[in-house]
């Protein structure tokens, strides 16, 4: 159990058109996600915590316009990223929270903005 | 400030040898400790975790040893194999709600040579 898929694994598209990553737990309800990016070589760093029903928590430093998140059911987040530039390209990496504690991530995004 | 400080930073070792990763943390409030194990293009997957309830956790080959005077975790791998190379991560987590969040180490690339 403890199944997190994102959709799609990679994207390739123009500066200046936005586009959206999928997160769903698919085994368990999820009322908390969380949104990562990933540099080469690098740890996560988490960009946002999505709630059920509710607004995005950003971290200091990310742009809630420029990143759209929604976290539509307990099955389902989403994150856009809005007029992207070739500077957003990176690893994207959703997890889903089961129970109060415990993370499972989902297989990441590659995105590349030309 | 590196609230969890992880060494080392690359590790090579023998098919069937042990491989050792430590981390250290400062916050006496973490109360969760879960080490990640990522493949290159992957997201991260769980692969143990601990709480400071308990100095020991054994899973297969995979064993987290926990001293929580000293504020040290780590993680071996016993019998190690090509299989395991990958980078591990690990992190803790303290709170509730939306103030519960994961902080990374910085990650330990291993290689286990044939």
């Known amino acids: 159990g403890a199944v997190v898929s994102q959709h799609p694994s990679r994207v390739i598209c123009k500066s200046g058109t936005s586009v959206k990553i999928e997160c769903r737990s698919l085994?368990?309800?999820?009322?908390?996600m969380f949104w990562y990016r990933q540099f080469p070589k690098q740890s996560l760093m988490l960009m946002a915590t999505?709630?059920?029903?509710?607004?995005?928590?950003?971290e200091q430093g990310v742009e809630k316009d420029k990143f759209l998140i929604n976290h539509a059911s307990l099955t389902l987040s989403t994150l856009t990223v809005t007029s992207a530039h070739p500077e957003d390209s990176s690893f994207y990496i959703c997890?889903?929270?089961?129970?109060?504690?415990?993370?499972?991530f989902g297989p990441g995004t590659r995105l590349t903005v030309l | 400030q590196q609230q969890v400080k992880q060494s080392p930073q690359s590790l090579i070792v023998q098919k069937g040898g042990i491989s050792i990763i430590n981390c250290a943390y400062e916050?006496?409030?973490?109360?969760?400790f879960p080490w990640y194990q990522q493949f290159p293009g992957k997201g991260p997957a769980l692969l143990i975790a601990?709480?400071?309830d308990v100095s020991e956790k054994k899973e297969g080959r995979f064993t987290i040893s926990f001293n929580k005077s000293a504020k040290q975790f780590s993680l071996h791998i016993m019998d190690s194999q090509p299989g395991d190379s990958a980078t591990y991560f690990c992190?803790?987590?303290?709170?509730?709600?939306?103030?519960?969040?994961?902080?990374w180490g910085l990650g330990t690339s291993l290689a286990v040579n044939p």
């Open positions: 085994d368990f309800q999820a009322t908390t």
């Open positions: 601990i709480r400071p």
């Open positions: 999505s709630n059920e029903g509710s607004k995005a928590t950003y």
């Open positions: 992190a803790a987590s303290k709170g509730a709600g939306n103030n519960r969040k994961l902080i």
């Open positions: 916050n006496t409030a973490f109360d969760y």
């Open positions: 997890s889903a929270r089961r129970g109060d504690i415990v993370q499972y």
